[in-house]
């Protein structure tokens, strides 16, 4: 019986976190796919720079809708959309025969990408326990990074045929399992409660089966439903996105928006989407490129289980501030190895590689899986949807602008002086996590929303 249960809660786990293999395939793919698509395709560099960010650019509408979506059809149901689109996007972007149609294509599997972003997360941690929920819903960025090494590994094995269009039509395959998948699983228990009408008998049943017996299910309900009656009952304060801006949550939203803009701004967008590009300016050949990408990726996925199993013990704090030390230290090996002038050659290629591990490392153990355990753990209930939609469209337009811009920058100013910049907002980064994000490990959902709201935590809990 034990092991028939862990077996439907292992299910939920994985196909919940499905969509971070989506995510990080879709995400992941471009940068071999950049190399050869010139074959077929002529891209200038602000064409290269707009078939990358045609999907951030979905994925910025995906999360704007899915705050609203994600509480009127609820988390589950909202998943298995994104899976569809996930499939025509992708479908539509291997087979695409010109610019305009790769990017457009591009920016419907961006939607797909931005559903997934806000609600999986979401989704993960209202169902996980208190006590293993950093780790559960890290879960799904530690496959973001599996969906990153699967599309290097992709790119690779299809680099000597120049095969673009495999390297990304592939994705449909987890698109499709993640739609076939999610659709067997349970809604959310706080869902349930909050959004449907007599829900609160079905959230007893999922919660009886995810945490193994009727008294901590009945124990964990009784806090949904006080928390839920509380906003029912309401304090005078709108319960939409505008009380995201009102006195009590204004500073939760300013430390949410702050998070996702030093993920994006510390400069992970342009390793993960270019470093093919960039290991190819510094002497690379293209195949050579394409496989020093496949062992980037490989230390990406290898670095967030240490993560996970951190995140829990150590706390979110700690890993921030490291890992924020560990990109500041890499970014300023990679600005000196390109500002000093070194000719290209053996100690330049083994320093910019170096430096690249060494960044991508120390991102993948803190900032890659702590922002989406944190960001659904900062807002409460009543606004989850909505302030972590928000916070995560933002993410998309930080991550765009990114993108976007970098191509342009690296032929303008090259390597050197963009790693500066990205050097000096690591520094930055670390800054922020000392002085404003709260610890949130440990604690429940509703403990952490009545102590940022400075509500009083009633005795006994």
Known sequence: MATQHRGRTAAIWFFGALGGILWGFDTGVISGALLYIPDDIPLTPLLQGLVVSGLLVGAML??????RLADSLGRRRLIFAGGVVFVIGTLGAALGLNAAMLIGFRFVMGIGVGIISVVVPMYLSELAPKEIRGRLTSLMQLLVTVG??????????????????WMIGIGVIPAVLLAVGIYTQPESPRWLVAHKPGGEADARVVLTRLRGSEAAADAELAEIHASVGDEAAGSGEELGPRALLGPRLRPVFVVGMLLVFF????????????????LTNVGFAAGGAILANVAIGAVNMLMT????????????????????????????????????GLAQGPLLLTLTLVGIVVYIASFSISWGPVQWVALPELFPL?????????????????????ALAFPSLLEAFGAGWNFLFFAVMTFLAFVFVQRLLPETKGRSLEEIERSLTGEAVPAGR
């Open 62 to 67: 995906g999360a704007g809708l899915s705050g």
């Open 382 to 402: 009543r606004v989850r949807a909505a302030g972590v939609s928000i916070c995560v469209t933002f993410n998309w337009l930080f991550n765009m602008a990114v």
């Open 148 to 165: 990153i090494f699967l599309a290097y590994v992709t790119d690779y094995a299809f680099s000597d045929s120049h095969g673009w269009r």
């Open 305 to 340: 289980l240490p993560g996970m199993y951190l995140i829990d013990r150590a706390g979110r704090r700690p890993l921030l501030l490291f890992g924020a030390l560990g990109m500041c230290a890499a970014m300023i090996l990679l600005t000196v190895t390109n500002l000093v």
């Open 263 to 278: 993920q994006n701004f510390v400069g992970i967008n342009t390793i993960i989407y270019y470093a093919p590009t960039l």
